[in-house]
T-cell receptor, first 114, second 112 residues
């Protein structure tokens, strides 16, 4: 069964520190992998997208990496800010006939404390 | 610019009552539209998607239905709500299979 597993489930860090969130997937074949940020009570917003041939993609203080051989991705947040407190969701697009299906991870809930 | 509106933001309904959640998209035409449900500690579950007016695909059997009466309008309905229908419902759109999903701000539904 195609799955996306994220770790840790939750994380608390101090403002200014770095952190790395993990995403392991078994989706195959896949076309791309996205990271979304979801603020509490809001809809998710896309942060980065990587195709299977890309290794890294940055968006400001967010850097995503992808290893298609080991089926692992990570999201690194540098110099965290209070506004980074949110859930981060890994989404893998499964190639499935004429419709590409999105497989969502359960997310990592990040809390940045002052 | 494109925007997506979803309402209401919160809703408390008794078991057995009907449901109607509405979602509209502005600034784009012929979008792919989606309804998701998000349960605590679990990934988003796709409920329905639509690639055009009147075209609805259901991913999982359930107590809900969807309709797309206009190009940029997507409605999630139920004739009789169950306790298990409680959750956070998200509407989303995108222009194609490989473009990002743009989500609404969700509806928190509590069935009592």
């Amino acid at each position: 069964k195609n799955q996306v597993e994220q770790s840790p489930q939750s994380l608390i860090i101090l403002e200014g520190k770095n952190c790395t969130l993990q995403c392991n997937y078994t989706v195959s074949p896949f076309s791309n992998l996205r990271w979304y940020k979801q603020d509490t009570g809001r809809g998710p917003v896309s942060l980065t997208i990587m195709t299977f041939s890309e290794n890294t993609k940055s968006n400001g203080r967010y850097t995503a990496t992808l290893d298609a051989d080991t089926k692992q991705s990570s999201l690194h947040i540098t110099a965290s800010q209070l506004s980074d407190s949110a859930s981060y969701i890994c989404v893998v697009t499964e190639i499935s006939g004429g419709y590409n299906k999105l497989i969502f991870g359960a997310g990592t809930r990040l809390a940045v404390h002052p | 610019s494109q925007t997506i509106h979803q309402w209401p933001a919160t809703l408390v309904q008794p078991v057995g009552s009907p449901l109607s959640l509405e979602c509209t998209v502005e600034g784009t035409s012929n979008p792919n539209l989606y309804w998701y449900r998000q349960a605590a500690g679990r990934g988003l579950q796709l409920l329905f998607y639509s690639v055009g007016i009147g075209q609805i695909s259901s991913e999982v059997p359930q107590n809900l239905s969807a309709s797309r009466p206009q190009d940029r309008q997507f409605i999630l309905s139920s004739k009789k709500l169950l306790l298990s229908d409680s959750g956070f419902y998200l509407c989303a759109w995108r222009t194609g299979h490989n473009s990002p999903l743009h989500f609404g701000n969700g509806t928190r539904l509590t069935v009592t």
